[in-house]
């Protein structure tokens, strides 16, 4: 990555804008999603740069989903590529989860350089290229599924996606995980498990949680399933946001 020392305040910040960039100059990220950046980052800010113990507990209840599934799928877009490719990578092995390439601007080569891109962070199978499967409720490009994959989840971890799609993939009756930093967005609110986390503290904290998790049985997963409360995580993470304390978290 860029010379950027350790010790700077913003380190993480300035790490994940070189990694967008980055992915923009490699054909891996949409100039569109330079603007999603831009917009996950004045939430980050007011949210302070941490994860929330109400993202902690969301993530460890998304580690519970994806560890229950019979089919769990993440998704990857371009951001998401860039900023956390082998922690995709990490996670997928960690819930025994599908890797499925998605983009909200779907173009032929900008889908070969992800696949290839996560090939090289050791993924073994990269799906989304078979596209033969439809998401009902969105227009052709947009709905484009692998039949396989997505189409076939009951589970899906969908990072930073479009609020129409995170509505259209929760009308199908599938489990939706969403990791979005603005708990007001449509697509955390779609969402049976919203995040509200940067990707590149939730995507690890997720599979820290399936690790540990990963030999539970079924009623301790599904009694996390179970205490797991949406609406109370984004009014949690709302209330950090208003208020800039961690005992608005209370
Ligand atoms: P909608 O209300 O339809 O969901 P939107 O405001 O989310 O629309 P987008 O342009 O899709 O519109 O926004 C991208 C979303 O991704 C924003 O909500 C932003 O907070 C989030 N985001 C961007 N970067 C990150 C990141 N690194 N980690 C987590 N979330 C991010
Ligand atoms: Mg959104």
């Known amino acids: ?55 902690d507990g969301a993530a460890r209840a998304a580690a519970a989903h994806l560890l229950l599934a019979d089919h769990p799928v993440l998704s990857v877009n371009g951001n998401v590529a860039a900023l956390v490719p082998g922690e995709v990578v990490d996670l997928a092995e960690a819930t025994g989860a599908d890797i499925e390439v998605n983009l909200f601007n779907r173009t032929a080569e900008r889908m ?14 990269v799906k989304g290229l078979t596209a033969d499967g439809r998401i009902p409720g969105l227009d052709h490009e947009r709905a484009k599924v692998d039949a396989d994959g997505i189409g076939d989840a009951d589970v899906v971890l969908v990072p930073l996606e479009d609020g129409d799609r995170a509505e259209a993939l929760g009308e199908l009756g599938k489990v939706e995980v ?11 609110r779609a969402a049976d498990v919203p995040i509200v986390d940067n990707v590149i ?3 690890p904290a997720i599979t820290e949680h399936a690790r540990e998790l ?15 409360d949406a609406d109370e995580t984004l009014a949690a993470a709302e209330r950090a946001i208003r208020e800039g304390s961690d005992e608005a978290e209370a």
């Open 1 to 55: 990555d860029a010379d950027i020392p350790e010790s700077h305040p913003r380190y993480e910040s300035l790490l994940t804008r070189h990694r967008i960039e980055a992915g923009v100059e490699d054909g891996i990220t949409s100039r569109q999603g330079l603007i999603a950046q831009g917009r996950g980052e004045a939430f980050d800010y007011l949210l302070g740069e941490r994860t929330l113990p109400s993202a």
């Open 112 to 125: 070969e350089r992800i696949a290839d891109h996560l090939r090289e962070h050791g993924a073994s199978e």
């Open 201 to 203: 503290r939730a995507v």
């Open 214 to 228: 990963v030999d539970a049985d079924r009623e301790t997963l599904e009694g996390i399933v179970a205490d797991f």
């Open 178 to 188: 969403v990791i979005d930093l603005n708990p007001m967005s449509r697509s955390a």
